[in-house]
């Protein structure tokens, strides 16, 4: 049963820590899709990647966070430093492109809440 | 850029009913996905349909159809004899897809969601 992973499930840290959340694809999936999903906003677009290269980083506070895929097998995304705004549930996503059904086969989240 | 509108913040029915949550969207691309994704008190984002823009005819999954209408950019979402299991958030998605650096798809916008509850 192929599914995505991310850990941790919850954090809580305080304002101003670093915060690392990662992430493994489906194996042999080559796109990897950061979202984030807040009431306020709702869910959003971050970041992805395809085949480890990223596309597409508009989503994302440049000054504070940042994702890369060091290999095949693993997506992070860091917050550094982290603020209560920062507080969401952060999903990661993997899929196949171009021959794939547009399909994205999401992970269980990480709940981050910083105090 | 794209946007999606789900007018229907929260609908209630009871079981065994039909019920259809309403989907909008803008944009001025032609080559696009469209999707309903469900998400549980689990937090578990769960695809319910897709469709592609290209194809005419309606998608269908068990209880679960659409209803697109291309020209007026609508996309909405009926299910047949729902069940308690059926109450959750349902999220419209559109999707580009991208022509270029190296084809495929793009990042998922969202709406809103539209909080369904399904009555014992």
């Known amino acids: 049963d192929a599914r995505v992973t991310q850990t941790p499930r919850h954090k809580v840290t305080e304002m101003g820590q670093e915060v690392t959340m990662r992430c493994q694809p489906i194996?042999?999936?080559?796109?990897v899709f950061w979202y984030r999903q807040t009431m306020m906003q709702g869910l959003e677009l971050l970041a992805y990647?395809?085949?480890?290269?990223?596309?597409?980083d508009s989503g994302m506070p440049k000054d504070r966070f940042s994702a890369e895929m060091p290999d095949a097998t693993l997506a992070t995304l860091k917050i550094q430093p982290s603020e209560p705004r920062d507080s969401a549930v952060y999903f990661c996503a993997s899929g196949l492109a171009p021959r794939g059904s547009g399909e994205q086969y999401f992970g269980p989240g990480t709940r981050l809440t910083v105090t | 850029a794209q946007t999606v509108t789900q007018s229907q913040p929260e609908m209630s029915v009871q079981e065994a009913e039909t019920v259809t949550l309403s989907c909008t969207y803008d944009?001025?691309?032609?080559?696009?996905?469209l999707f309903w994704y469900k998400q549980p008190p689990s937090r578990q984002m769960i695809l319910v349909i897709r469709?592609?823009?290209?194809?005419?005819q309606n998608a269908t999954e068990n209880r679960f159809s659409v209803n697109f209408q291309k020209a007026a950019k609508s996309f909405s979402l009926k299910i047949s004899d729902s069940q308690l299991g059926d109450t959750a958030m349902y999220f419209c998605a559109f999707m580009r897809i991208r022509m270029y650096s190296g084809g495929g798809a793009d990042g998922l916008t969202f709406g809103k969601g539209t909080h369904l509850i399904i009555q014992p």
């Open positions: 944009t001025s691309e032609n080559n696009y996905y």
């Open positions: 194996l042999g999936h080559n796109t």
């Open positions: 990647f395809r085949n480890r290269a990223p596309l597409d």
């Open positions: 469709q592609e823009a290209y194809k005419q």
